[in-house]
């Protein structure tokens, strides 16, 4: 991968100076007054992994579908600082505040190009967009939109929330690269509308969006249209995920066989048992049970690991005994190996791994999406009509 040039982001994680101590305190109140919340936590909503039931909840509202972007979630935050110039900030959902430094962001008024929009709060991700020449490219997508100038949003509907944020913020935007474009390689990322589809085009997203994505995808959203913005956990967003995504961190503890020695090592002198480092071990998954003593862990399941894997695993010449894994169920129910997860370190609690198990038992997959695609349609539909003939009475 070739580093992004001129001024943009180079870390997707870290996209800013990171704020700390009384201005990191004030910001949070700033955001927190702006909505009217007396909580200064992150403000952003949160959504529900998709079980069964939602499938019947598709049909009862109107919901809208987008690709879930592998990403990182930032609500972006417009505003002037004390010298009245404009800045601007990406929350993340540990509620940290970076300043993008690159002063070259500049969101337009519509009558006026100079002039910038304030106490404005919109949600979305920060994806690499992977270039046909191979290089990375840093993107906004955005999804919604709370507040525009200190106008509050949430109240609206999702489609007027979007409409709002585009004819207000997003076409000026564009029309200004349309008339300056040189000023595209100085920005610090691009902004764009995360396109979203009906509820029922399921085989729109996975037949042509999907596909077409220019960066990692890890499974669909559905947000409902009719209800407000809130904050924190929302039941009306659902996060549907493919099976295999569905994965548990455990603490993976091996234990070797002991094994006798044979003829051939008896003549070298060996004599006594000893432990047989090169065959597979046996391997157990154990989860963290929150206490610190002799019940700190539970075993929860057995890790296959087949005689390539392991080969492939010694030859790595790290300490493997105790490390944290991610796992996932094969086709089998069998627990996998998938990757160490050396950036945390604890395992899954064992209430985590109960709702992982939950969603896993009670996965709805992409042809359960296809098949339920006809009857959300014909429910939608139905409601329009009723909706237009209720508008004719009138």
Same mark, same amino acid.
Do not use: C
């Given at each position: 991968m070739e580093h992004p040039s001129g001024g943009q982001v180079v870390s997707i994680a870290e996209p800013g100076v990171k704020a700390s101590g009384p201005l990191l305190y004030s910001m949070r109140k700033e955001v927190a007054?702006?909505? %009217?919340?007396?909580?200064? %936590?992150?403000?952003?909503?949160? +959504?529900?992994?998709? !079980?069964?039931?939602?499938?019947?909840?598709?049909?009862?509202?109107?919901?809208?579908v987008c690709e879930k972007s592998d990403g990182i979630r930032y609500l972006l935050y417009s505003t002037a600082d004390e010298e009245g110039l404009e800045a601007h900030y990406l929350i993340d959902r540990k509620n940290d505040y970076w300043f993008i430094t690159n002063r070259n962001l500049h969101f337009p008024l519509e009558n006026n190009t100079q002039a910038f929009h304030t106490e404005t709060l919109v949600d979305g991700e920060l994806v690499w967009d992977s270039l046909p020449n191979g290089k990375k490219e840093p993107r906004f997508l955005v999804f919604d939109c709370l507040v525009m100038d200190s106008?509050?949003? /949430?109240?609206?509907? @999702?489609? &007027?929330? @979007? !409409?709002?944020?585009?004819?207000?913020?997003?076409? +000026?935007? &564009?029309?200004? $690269?349309k008339e300056y474009?040189?000023?595209?390689? $100085?920005?610090p990322f691009f902004v764009e509308m995360k396109p979203f589809q009906l509820g029922y085009g399921i085989e729109m997203m996975f037949k042509q969006v999907l596909p077409s994505l220019k960066h990692g995808n890890d499974g669909l959203i559905f947000t409902c249209r009719n209800?407000?913005?809130?904050?924190?956990?929302?039941?009306?967003?659902?996060? *549907?995920k493919p099976p295999e995504e569905n994965t548990v961190d455990f603490r993976m503890r091996l234990t070797f066989p002991l094994v006798e020695p044979d003829d051939h090592e008896r003549k070298e002198g060996i004599t006594e048992p000893f432990v047989d480092y090169d065959s597979v071990p046996k391997a157990?998954?154990? /989860?963290f049970n929150g206490d610190s003593g002799p019940d700190k862990y539970e075993v929860f399941s057995d890790?296959?690991?087949?005689?390539?894997? *392991?080969e492939v695993l010694k030859g790595l010449n790290d300490p493997l005994n105790d490390r944290i894994v991610e796992c996932n169920q094969d086709a089998e129910?069998? *627990?996998?190996? @998938?990757?160490?997860?050396?950036d945390k370190s604890e395992a899954n609690h064992k209430s985590t791994v109960a709702s992982v198990l939950e969603s896993?038992?009670?996965?709805?997959?992409?042809?359960?999406?296809? &098949? #339920? #695609? %006809? +009857?959300?349609?014909?429910s939608w539909k139905a409601r329009q009509a009723r909706s237009d003939s209720e508008r004719r009475v009138r």
């Open positions: 007054d702006l909505l %009217g919340r007396h909580q200064t %936590g992150f403000p952003g909503a949160q +959504p529900v992994s998709f !079980a069964r039931q939602h499938l019947e909840e598709l049909q009862k509202q109107d919901y809208y106008h509050k949003l /949430m109240d609206r509907t @999702l489609d &007027k929330r @979007l !409409a709002y944020f585009k004819e207000r913020l997003y076409t +000026p935007y &564009k029309k200004l $690269f474009p040189d000023e595209l390689q $100085f920005q209800t407000p913005y809130k904050h924190g956990t929302d039941a009306h967003i659902l996060k *549907w157990e998954l154990l /989860m890790l296959v690991i087949t005689e390539e894997e *392991w129910g069998r *627990w996998r190996l @998938l990757r160490f997860r050396d896993i038992n009670d996965q709805v997959s992409e042809k359960d999406l296809y &098949k #339920a #695609a %006809g +009857p959300i349609r014909d």
